[in-house]
C-alpha cells in the first residue's frame, strides 16, 4: 500500500507560482515512478508530468518549460514547481505512484496504481 498526500494548491493570478508537494508512506517510495496529472472541470484527467527512481524525466507539451517535477526521496516527496501559470492551468492536480517496472515513462491513468486525494489549482486572469 501507498499513501500520497498533495499540498501546495491555491488562488494565484496569471504568470504567479506555485510549488505543490506530494508526501509519499508505506512503502518504499524510491524505487517508484512518481507522476502528477491535473483535472480541469469537465475534461478528463490529463498527464502532467513523471520522474522515475533514477532522475528520469517527462512533462506533458502543455507545461513544458513552465513545470518542473523533482523528488527527495529522504522525505518520500515529489514537487511540481509551476511557474509562468496560465488560466487553462487551472485544475485539481493528483500525484500518482507508479509501481510497474520499465517503460518510463507512463502516461496514462491506468498505469499508475496509487493515487492522492489531488489539490486545487485556480488560476485568474
Known amino acids: 500500500q501507498v499513501q500520497l498526500v498533495e499540498s501546495g494548491g491555491g488562488l494565484v493570478q496569471a504568470g504567479g507560482s506555485l510549488k505543490l508537494s506530494c508526501a509519499a508512506s508505506?512503502?518504499?517510495?524510491?524505487?517508484?515512478?512518481m507522476g502528477w496529472f491535473r483535472q480541469a472541470p469537465g475534461k478528463e484527467r490529463e498527464f502532467v508530468a513523471a520522474?522515475?527512481?533514477?532522475?528520469?524525466?517527462y512533462y506533458a507539451d502543455s507545461v513544458k518549460g513552465r513545470f518542473t517535477i523533482s523528488r527527495d526521496n529522504a522525505k518520500t516527496t515529489v514537487y511540481l514547481q509551476m511557474n509562468s501559470l496560465k488560466p487553462e492551468d487551472t485544475a485539481v492536480y493528483y500525484c500518482?505512484?507508479?509501481?510497474?517496472?520499465?517503460?518510463?515513462?507512463?502516461?496514462?491513468?491506468?498505469?499508475?496504481?496509487?493515487w492522492g486525494q489531488g489539490t486545487q489549482v485556480t488560476v485568474s486572469s
Open positions: 500518482a505512484a507508479d509501481l510497474r517496472v520499465g517503460g518510463f515513462p507512463h502516461i496514462k491513468e491506468w498505469e499508475y496504481d496509487y
Open positions: 508505506g512503502r518504499t517510495f524510491s524505487r517508484n515512478a
Open positions: 520522474i522515475n527512481w533514477s532522475g528520469d524525466i
